[in-house]
């Protein structure tokens, strides 16, 4: 016979203070838990959403992976276009798009200073980078920048200081913000775009970094590539935009590792918390445990309550901390190497921590309940 459901749920009320404190700490687990997968799957979702499969990016075979440090000649977009018959063309314009990608120092107003990404593109870019979409404001002129809705938080800087209007300084110019952009939760978002022709002037370079072409359906990317290795001179590269993006999540795997290590030892550390309050409280019940074994109840009832309680505790702060989680860590935009993201609270990451912290409930609660349950009924009667 397995005692009443009401029974665990009284003795928690019975003591208030202990269940209140095992409460807040399982919750503080279980919300570190929270903060740790949403990075996680912040990361892998900024990668998987960035990057169009119908998009090749032509960029100089020694810049290796790090597009960051290709330098293409100008003539290299006229080049592919008149040479390659792959691209969408409307209205006879090819789509194609020459960009120069650099990371520079950024001081917006208040002396705000911090790593941005700046984007020089032209009017084509849009045509090819299709998850690109206007928010606020207008396609940015000469002096002019666009801001992608998770700059201030590259930047660290007060959105405020980002408004409209304003300007920002890098590479010793003042640029005034045009517009913002939003690019689906992609790469692109951390980013700052202005006319290719004012950075190339603005840096003293008069190359690109690369050449985002948009196929047409009858295209193949493997045409693009076959064109830059039968023109060694040209010392071109291609790849697909969706393998690019591939390939950063290989590169930032071993973040991920250390970030799921993490998890496991917070969750350890959980269930070292749970275990300290959970002897803490059997061990003045134990002449509790002993006349219910006295009145003839089994110790597997008396363990399942136990257990019951460590279950309703850690079910609490699950809830608790699952709530604050998806009101105030979804899609909070934190910094990275690679830009900025957002923190991402999906049902997967819900899954994951209300399964930690059920997990420390019942592992918190059963070391301690096999101890009180071992000892012998007279003498646990007897135990002050």
């Known amino acids: 016979m397995l005692l009443p459901w009401e029974y665990s749920v009284r003795n928690l009320a019975r003591r208030p203070v202990r269940t209140i404190l095992t409460l ?37 075979i020694n810049s290796e992976e790090n597009i960051e440090n290709s330098s293409l000649a100008s003539r290299t977009p006229a080049l592919l276009t008149s040479s390659l018959d792959v691209t969408v063309n409307r209205f006879g314009l090819p789509h194609a798009s020459p960009e120069l990608f650099a990371g520079t120092r950024v001081r917006s107003e208040g002396n705000n200073t911090g790593l941005g990404l700046v984007r020089g593109v032209t009017p084509a870019a849009p045509l090819v980078r299709r998850t690109v979409r206007i928010t606020e404001g207008n396609w940015p002129a000469s002096g002019e920048v666009m801001l992608g809705g998770l700059v201030a938080a590259k930047l660290a800087s007060n959105p405020q200081t980002l408004a409209l209007g304003k300007y920002i300084e890098f590479e010793g110019r003042a640029w005034k913000i045009s517009g913002r952009f939003s690019a689906a939760g992609a790469a692109f978002e951390s980013e700052i775009w202005c006319n290719l022709a004012d950075l190339q002037t603005a840096t003293k370079r008069q190359d690109i970094s690369l050449v985002a072409l948009l196929l047409s359906p009858t295209s193949s990317p493997a045409d693009v590539a076959l064109f830059c290795k039968e023109r060694t001179d040209l010392e071109l590269r291609s790849v697909r935009e969706k393998d690019y993006y591939q390939s950063l999540q290989l590169h930032y795997k071993p973040v991920r590792v250390l970030a799921w290590t993490v998890v496991w030892l917070i969750s350890s550390s959980g269930v070292f918390t749970g275990l300290n309050m959970m002897y803490g409280a059997v061990a003045g019940r134990i002449r509790e445990i002993a006349t219910l074994q006295a009145i003839g109840y089994r110790r597997s009832a008396i363990l399942i309550s136990l257990i019951q309680e460590g279950v309703l505790l850690a079910a609490a702060a699950s809830l608790i901390s699952g709530t604050l989680a998806l ?56 135990a002050i």
């Open 24 to 60: 807040l700490a399982l919750a503080t687990v279980v919300m570190l838990v929270f903060v740790v997968i949403g990075f996680i799957r912040g990361l892998e979702r900024s990668l998987s959403v960035s990057g169009d499969e119908n998009v090749v990016l032509v960029h100089s």
């Open 327 to 382: 009101t105030t860590l979804n899609g909070l935009a934190i910094r990275f190497t690679m830009g900025a993201f957002t923190l991402r609270i999906d049902s997967l990451a819900i899954l994951i921590g209300c399964g930690v912290g059920l997990l420390l409930g019942v592992v918190g609660a059963l070391p301690p309940a096999f101890k009180a349950l071992r000892m012998e009924v007279a003498t646990s009667l007897k």
